[in-house]
């Protein structure tokens, strides 16, 4: 109990710390809103740039914007674009479902694939096989996941004429269309990362099947798919499992190129676009938003780790 | 990513006996040796890169977008640079490219990781949690925010992309750090006197060295992968400088018209990352004897 | 310019536009410019109607910025422009020959010598919200453009407007400070012109909604990702327009764009030279081609070094052979131009007239001698953003050339935003901090005026390095306020011709603007405004 208490505190702390090192990042990137809004040409007075930095309160001193800013984040208030003028928490909730749908389908589509595979890979007893698998899986890996998915909507349109609708359908408005606008983007992600989950899977299998239990299993009779299927995968799943969920970590993250190339607003686009805008408070709310996600699963992962391994205790 | 992949070695194991061995396992697994023949490769390329290239690779010398022909063995690219010697000096920057940010990475976060697991304790909070701080930033914004402070260059950017690297290895080197540091033995040196620097010298850091090499050979393929998204961005490579990445993405353009733009770059980009997780990954097999080869 | 994406933009600098009372761009002058090209073989598909106009039907579009925002009066991008265009309207509009044409005035009047102007609204034009437009209306829009406090960037284009005075419900009278003949052009372009309802700024977010009087109405804006528009039904200016409504869907990615074009998910997408060379072989598309006010440049920081001798910005220049940097940076699809762009009516520089066509190195040397540099032996300082790929490679080709005069040019690719604070901060600190070489454009202006005098007189707002010539400040002045079209073109060629001498900026080629529609879209015709002014009279044939 202590330790949770403990562990809280310092997690408030490392969000304090992120919130702090954000709000200053931001400031130190080159230009403002008002270089944005006048476009290159400086055909804003001083008047009128007065007008707009008080407008977006930038003419405070910084301690007192970062004060209020902290004190409207904390009654869960982040702020208003400076470009669009909208909310920034809905605006972040509205594109968390693309982001959420786009990572677990990839993790779905990556476990389907580089599971089967990491286990053939940890089997078989020939050096081909493994070795085939191996690059097989490190291909996808090895090439910029820009290039997979333009080679993909240029494979898809070219040659089989085809497209999904361009604009976003959430999967409860129309499953089948958003599952084809789901399709090319979730292939050329799940390609890029199939290949560690293999690994992985592999490397784990290797160790779990060299446990004495599994000898025993074999000893007793349990046929080879029962050793495998019920004594080595579910041992061999922990370490799956991490590996899973920092890709997941990775791909709520937001992936900025998949989003551009397929047309998708998730989070990652969202948050460069408020980058290049220099709109402080798209860019604030969604790395605290990362963070706070972050830092929480971090969290939940390393309590699990407790009651999963009861070596591991924390005083 | 990659980084839990990376066993812990026992503790206690000595390091002399361990290298022999290491040595001839590695030369029996085939995949490592690929790699290693991969890497190997790329490196003399990028060392032999004068010698090897027919031309400057930012000069403009011919007409733009020629098919392979005698004399420009890769073709030319959009604005007429001789393809191949622009592949072939782009292997000097995509080595440098990813020397940079793991250099970067290990000293940030190799150190830190080393630190916070020996002295355990208030400073192990601490670093851990400016490691989190550090990993919750988003890698783009984290580069646009340095190269605009520092000035864009390929330099300031990878720097900037070691940076998010560093807590991967903070974690990768705490693990091994915080199971030696509470043997006995260990704790016996300590008590004696023995300084600090011979304590990490001699006990802590050979039990972490596997797995931040492992770790290393992986970051140096996703720094390289890394650079291409940049430079997609934008924010990577400043042109007319020859990068892999940056070709790749200008070949975007011009895919249906003249693929062979993209194929190259796209070939040595995959040839190289392969190479170097081939690499990885031999070398892991081969560290962590809880694996064993069937 | 646009803010952090690629694809076709323009510059903001809404300066003293001298478009002139006779201001009329001929046709022939369009054709002329159009057919001195070079370039791929794109179809010139005229803007002839094919069949009789079927009503209904929607149009989906690629859009290759995101607008970012649609408030009429606060945005200084084009994509902006894009996304609102088709929303508000103004007093007045251009046709397809660019010309000066009536929209919500039905006529005007022009009194005490130019600074007066009464505008006689036309009658029963109805709001998307049902409100009819009044006089009120007009001068709340324009009052707001005009307040500081607005922060309008173009708000300059504007501000001879001294005073707005409602006469009665349908007559609107403007008193300017000192006679503007570009004034009529300037509400045609439509940035800080829109007239919406009294009003609506204070009680809507405007820039994610919209309300004008203009052919289509705005049925949402998803920020990133797509626009709604539905037909205005109570539009004034029937039959327009024929289409039910139009989705614009932002695509940054060109292949993405070219994807959905081939697969038949878009019936338009705006490409670069390189997207329609990719494009061939494609069933059921056509690719229009139309001469743009486009012309790419590099603003030069004349304050500082080597750069501040007009012979060596002239050598450098002779250096560099155009064509050369058409065919690189937008891959043919341009012509070469002076400071106004080719295909601007008769006010621009005729191609084959142009110096620097070719390039002349033994001349550029002999000229860096004469300045005190017969071996170059300098380094200059390029800045460019990657967010325009053209710029980039027209900077590359220039570096290119200076090896041969043995002058070093370091090429530094900035971010969006760095680039144009940097920019702005060059431009305040009058040459002293900021950089000394920027690649950019200007795009359309009302008139000749825009491209020069904010740029080249020394009380314009985007002068760089504090550029002044004596000789040209007074032709500059001049040129502005004369009345007759002949003397005023006459003034403007000499004033090129002195600009191109001189070379304070290097201009480089108009750029084409290429619009790929699918065959079944009929009656769309392109503006050399680089807008889709045309698209409320475009249909869905078959």
């Known amino acids: 109990m202590r330790y949770l208490i403990r562990r809280a505190l310092w997690t408030i702390a490392a969000l304090l710390g992120v919130s702090v090192v954000i709000f200053l990042l931001v400031r130190l990137l080159p230009g403002t809103i008002v270089d944005i809004l006048a476009g290159g040409e400086g055909q804003l007075s001083p008047v009128q740039q007065a007008a707009v930095r008080h407008q977006f309160g930038l003419d405070r001193p910084l301690p007192v914007q970062y004060l209020f800013w902290l004190g409207s984040m904390l009654r869960g208030d982040l702020g208003w674009s400076f470009r669009s003028g909208q909310p920034v928490a809905p605006l972040l909730i509205s594109r968390l479902p693309i982001t959420i749908e786009l990572a677990v389908l990839s993790i779905v589509g990556v476990s389907l694939v580089g599971i089967p595979l990491g286990i053939l890979a940890s089997v078989s007893r020939s050096t081909r096989v493994k070795t085939a698998v191996q690059i097989i899986g490190l291909l996808g890996l090895s090439v910029p996941n820009f290039w997979i998915a333009i080679l993909l909507i240029i494979t898809a349109s070219y040659l089989f004429h085809w497209l999904p609708a361009l604009i976003y359908v959430p999967p409860w408005a129309g499953p089948w269309v958003n599952l084809q606008q789901m399709f090319l983007p979730v292939l050329s992600l799940a390609l890029g990362l199939v290949a560690v989950v293999v690994r992985m899977t592999r490397s784990s299998m290797l160790e779990v099947l060299g446990q004495e239990y ?39 993250g937001g992936v900025v190129i998949t989003e551009q190339i397929f047309g998708l607003p998730g989070l990652g686009w969202t948050l460069l676009n408020g980058v290049y805008q220099r709109d402080y408070p798209v860019v604030q709310g969604t790395v605290m938003f990362f963070a706070a996600t972050f830092v929480v699963v971090n969290l939940a992962v390393d309590l699990t780790y407790t009651s999963l391994d009861p070596r591991i205790r924390y005083e | 990513m990659s980084g839990v992949g990376a066993a812990v070695a026992p503790a206690g194991r000595t390091p002399a006996r361990g290298r022999d061995r290491l040595s001839r396992r590695v030369g029996r697994t085939p995949p490592a040796v690929i790699g290693g ?25 011919a007409t733009p977008l020629l098919r392979p022909s005698g ?26 490219v990813g020397v940079l940010a793991v250099a970067v990475a290990l000293a940030l976060g190799g150190t830190t990781g080393v630190l916070a697991g020996f002295y355990g304790g208030w400073i192990d909070n601490v670093t851990m949690r400016v490691m989190d701080i550090l990993f919750s930033l988003p890698a783009l914004v984290l580069a646009i925010a340095i190269t605009a402070v520092l000035g864009p260059s390929l330099t300031n950017v990878m720097l900037a992309i070691g940076i998010v690297y560093a807590p991967t290895f903070a974690r990768i080197a705490r693990g091994p750090t915080l199971a030696v540091v509470r043997l ?111 | 310019m646009e803010s952090g994406e690629t694809g076709c933009t323009t510059t903001s600098g809404g300066m003293g536009m001298g478009h002139g009372f006779d201001g009329r761009l001929t046709r022939r002058g369009l054709i002329l410019g159009g057919l001195a090209a ?18 209904g039907g929607t149009l989906i579009a690629a859009q290759e910025v995101d607008p970012v925002s649609l408030d009429p009066d606060t945005n200084s991008n084009f994509s902006a422009l894009q996304g609102y265009e088709h929303v508000y309207e103004s007093l007045t509009m251009y046709d397809e020959t660019t010309n000066v044409v009536p929209c919500l005035a039905q006529k005007w009047d022009i009194q005490n010598g130019g600074k007066t102007y009464v505008f006689h609204l036309r009658p029963n034009v109805k709001f998307h919200n049902a409100q009819p437009m009044t006089a009120e209306d007009v001068k709340y829009s324009i009052d707001r453009v005009l307040n500081p406090k607005t922060a309008s960037p173009w708000r300059d284009a504007l501000s001879s407007i001294q005073e707005i005075t409602v006469v009665d419900p349908m007559t609107v009278r403007m008193d300017l400070n ?36 203009g052919p289509f109405k705005l049925v949402e804006y998803v920020p990133q990702d797509h626009l709604t528009y539905v037909r205005h039904d109570d539009y004034w200016d029937k039959p327009y327009p024929y289409l039910k409504g139009m989705t614009f869907k932002v695509l940054t990615e060109e292949n993405a764009r070219l994807a959905a074009l081939r697969a038949g998910q878009v019936q338009y997408a705006a490409l670069t030279a390189q997207g329609v060379a990719q494009l061939e072989h494609a069933q059921g598309i056509t690719v229009l081609k139309a001469p743009n006010a486009w012309v790419a440049l590099h603003y030069i920081n004349v304050s500082q070094g080597p750069l501040k001798d007009a012979r060596v910005r002239r050598a450098m220049r002779m250096a560099v052979d155009t064509t050369e940097v058409i065919q690189k940076a937008v891959y043919g699809a341009g012509v070469p131009s002076g400071p106004v762009p080719t295909g601007y009516g008769d006010w621009s520089l005729a191609p084959a007239s142009l110096p620097f066509r070719q390039a002349d190195i033994d001349g550029a040397k002999k000229l860096l001698a004469e300045a005190g540099y017969p071996n170059g032996g300098f380094t200059v300082q390029i800045k460019c953003s990657p967010q325009y790929p053209e710029f980039v490679a027209s900077t590359l080709v220039v570096q290119q050339a200076m090896r041969r005069l043995n002058i070093n040019v370091n090429v530094v690719q900035m971010e969006w935003g760095a680039f144009v604070a940097s920019h702005a901060q060059e431009i305040k600190s009058v040459g002293k901090e900021g950089g000394e070489i920027f690649a950019s454009a200007n795009t359309f202006r009302p008139g000749p005026d825009g491209y020069i005098y904010p740029y080249f007189s020394a009380k314009g707002a985007a002068n760089d390095g504090g550029y002044h010539n004596p000789k040209l400040e007074p032709l500059m002045t001049e040129a502005r306020a004369i009345a007759n079209h002949d003397q005023r073109r006459s003034l403007y060629i000499e004033i090129q011709r002195m600009l191109l001498e001189e070379s304070p900026n290097w201009w480089w080629y108009a750029k084409y603007n290429l619009e790929a529609l699918s065959t079944r879209v009929a009656g769309y015709s392109q503006s050399f405004t680089g807008r889709r002014i045309f698209l409320k009279k475009a249909w869905i044939a078959g």
């Open chain 2, 71 to 96: 004399g420009f063995l890769g073709g030319t690219d959009q604005l007429g640079r001789d393809e191949m010697s622009r592949i072939i000096f782009g292997a000097r920057v995509s080595l440098y």
């Open chain 3, 38 to 55: 070079g370039g791929l073989a794109g179809s010139q598909m005229p803007a002839v109607a094919a069949g009789t106009p079927k009503p």
């Open chain 3, 178 to 213: 000192a006679p503007y003949p570009d004034l009529l052009g300037a509400f045609a372009m439509l940035r800080s012109s829109g007239i919406m309802p009294k009003g609506l700024a204070e009680t809507e977010n405007l820039k994610i909604k919209a309300v004008g009087t």
């Open chain 1, 214 to 252: 599994v000898t025993v299993a074999q000893a007793k009779g349990v046929p080879a798919w029962g050793v495998l299927l019920r004594h080595a995968l579910r041992n061999a799943l922990i370490p799956i499992v991490t590996v899973l969920g920092l890709q997941m970590g990775y791909l709520l």
């Open chain 2, 37 to 61: 023949v991969l890497v190997g490769c790329v490196v003399l390329v990028a060392i032999a890169a004068p010698v090897l290239a027919g031309y400057d690779p930012a000069a403009q010398i």
């Open chain 2, 184 to 294: 006995p033995y260990v704790e016996a040196a300590r008590a004696i006197g023995a300084s600090t620097p011979a304590i990490l010298l001699r006990h802590i850091l050979p039990n972490v060295s596997a797995p931040l090499l492992v770790q290393t050979t992986v970051s140096l393929s996703t720094a390289i992968l890394t650079e291409a998204a940049l430079s997609f961005l934008g924010l990577g490579t400043q042109p007319p400088t020859p990068s892999w990445g940056l070709m790749l993405s200008d070949a975007r353009q011009y895919m249906l018209i003249d693929p062979w733009v993209a194929v190259l770059p796209g070939v040595a980009i995959a040839v190289t990352v392969l190479g170097f997780n081939l690499l990885g990954d031999g070398l892991r097999d081969v560290l962590d004897p809880r694996i064993r080869t069937m």
